[in-house]
C-alpha cells in the first residue's frame, strides 16, 4: 500500500483508470470505467474505489494544509489551477495584504489560455493574483470555481 501522502488526486485516479480502460479493453473482455476505477483501488492497494476516494480526498485536504502552514516565498515552483487551467510555475512576487490575504505574481512554464471560446485564444505566461490563507482565490467564476488555487508546492 502507498503511503497517504503519495495517493493521487481524484482527478488524477480518474484519468489513469481511463488509461488503464483503454489498455485493457479488447472486444473478447471488455472492461468498464468502474472496473477500471475498482482495479486502480486494487493497484493502489485498497479494497475499491470509495475507500480509495476518500483517501485521496484525505490526502488532498492535508497538502492544503502542509503548504499553508510554511509561507510562500518567491523561488518556490507551486502548481495549482488558474482560470480552470492546470499551471506549473515559479513564484516571482509576494507582497502582503493583510486580513490574511497575499498579493503572488506567477510565472507559468507554459503559457495558459485564458479564454474558452474555441475560435479565439489568448495566453497568459505571467499573472498576479490575490489570495487567501488557504492559496485560493477570493474571486471566482460564473461557476464557482475560484480564479486561482495554488494546490502543491514542487
Not at 6 to 27: C, G, H, N, S, Y
Not at 75 to 99: C, H, P, W
Request: neutral net charge; glycine residues 6%.
Amino acid at each position: 500500500m502507498v503511503t497517504k501522502t503519495d495517493v493521487p488526486t481524484i482527478e488524477d485516479l480518474k484519468a489513469q483508470a481511463k488509461r488503464l480502460r483503454i489498455q485493457l479493453d479488447t472486444p473478447q473482455t471488455p472492461i468498464t470505467h468502474a472496473r477500471a476505477l475498482e482495479l486502480m483501488a486494487r493497484q493502489y492497494g485498497y479494497a475499491d474505489w470509495n475507500t480509495l476516494c476518500a483517501v485521496s480526498k484525505r490526502c488532498e485536504q492535508e497538502r492544503a494544509r502542509s503548504l499553508s502552514q510554511r509561507p510562500l516565498q518567491v523561488g518556490d515552483e507551486v502548481a495549482g489551477t488558474y482560470l480552470g487551467n492546470k499551471f506549473v510555475g515559479q513564484v516571482v512576487g509576494i507582497r502582503s495584504m493583510g486580513a490574511g490575504h497575499t498579493r503572488l505574481t506567477l510565472h507559468f512554464d507554459e503559457p495558459v489560455d485564458v479564454v474558452t471560446f474555441d475560435s479565439f485564444s489568448s495566453f497568459r505566461q505571467r499573472v498576479s493574483c490575490t489570495l487567501d490563507e488557504d492559496l485560493v482565490a477570493p474571486t471566482k467564476l460564473s461557476d464557482g470555481t475560484p480564479h486561482m488555487r495554488i494546490e502543491h508546492r514542487l
